[in-house]
T-cell receptor, first 112, second 112 residues
Framework: EAAVTQSPRNKVAVTGGKVTLSCNQT?????MYWYRQDTGHGLRLIHY???????EKGDIPDGYKASRPSQENFSLILELATPSQTSVYFC???????????FGPGTRLTVL | GDSVIQMQGQVTLSENDFLFINCTYS??????LFWYVQYSGEGPQLLLQ?????NKGSSRGFEATYDKGTTSFHLQKTSVQEIDSAVYYC???????????FGSGTRLLVSP
């Protein structure tokens, strides 16, 4: 069974709309991460969390919010989606910064 | 700042060829270095990890040595197979840091 799952797997949104991407992990890891993947940029960190109730800004947080209501769940929220946020988004969990990160299968988001 | 550089965007080989993917890093802390592999349609997964300078990591026939002198962590494989076709990411965490930074990725295409 996959330890990190994401939903939806594909999403088409309209400019100005609200989008919520969800992530669930069964690894019991404290740390969770949201990345976006774009050609030529690799994986860039948007937000991360050290545990339930905590969220921290990563390298490219503008236009995104995050929520960690429990150990297992970590959401990424786009309040006002823009076409520049069209990308593939990955969630990951890990025991710490020096430890392996376990990635979900990704969500392909298209903002029209 | 703290970063990893992968200059090769794409590498094209034939089966049984030798693979060499270049990665250099920059940090003022003590790094932990990773290679992640991403197969089509999946999230990245850890290939190997090295935490000690001059040590070698190996997995599934791949090897990488953390060379503190040249600040390099190149990935090698003696004989690639078609199933090795994927995107390979060099990544780094470091003492005092809060995250893992990823390189821009190298797409490996292996023809039979």
């Amino acid at each position: 069974e996959a330890a990190v799952t994401q939903s939806p797997r594909n999403k088409v949104a309209v400019t100005g709309g609200k989008v919520t991407l969800s992530c669930n992990q069964t690894n019991n890891h404290n740390n969770m991460y949201w990345y976006r993947q774009d050609t030529g940029h690799g994986l860039r960190l948007i937000h991360y969390s050290y545990g339930a109730g905590s969220t921290e800004k990563g390298d490219i947080p503008d236009g995104y919010k995050a929520s960690r209501p429990s150990q297992e769940n970590f959401s990424l929220i786009l309040e006002l989606a823009t076409p520049s946020q069209t990308s593939v988004y990955f969630c990951a969990s890990g025991a710490g910064n020096y430890a392996e990160q376990f990635f979900g299968p990704g969500t392909r988001l298209t903002v029209l | 700042g703290d970063s990893v550089i992968q200059m090769q965007g794409q590498v094209t080989l034939s089966e049984n060829d030798f693979l060499f993917i270049n990665c250099t890093y920059s940090t003022t802390g003590y790094p932990t270095l990773f290679w992640y592999v991403q197969y089509s349609g999946e999230g990245p997964q850890l290939l190997l990890q090295v935490t000690t300078a001059n040590n070698k990591g190996s997995s599934r026939g791949f090897e990488a040595t953390y060379d503190k002198g040249t600040t390099s962590f190149h990935l090698q494989k003696t004989s690639v197979q078609e199933i090795d076709s994927a995107v390979y990411y060099c990544a780094m965490s470091w003492t005092g840091g809060y995250k893992v930074v990823f390189g821009s990725g190298t797409r490996l295409l292996v023809s039979p």
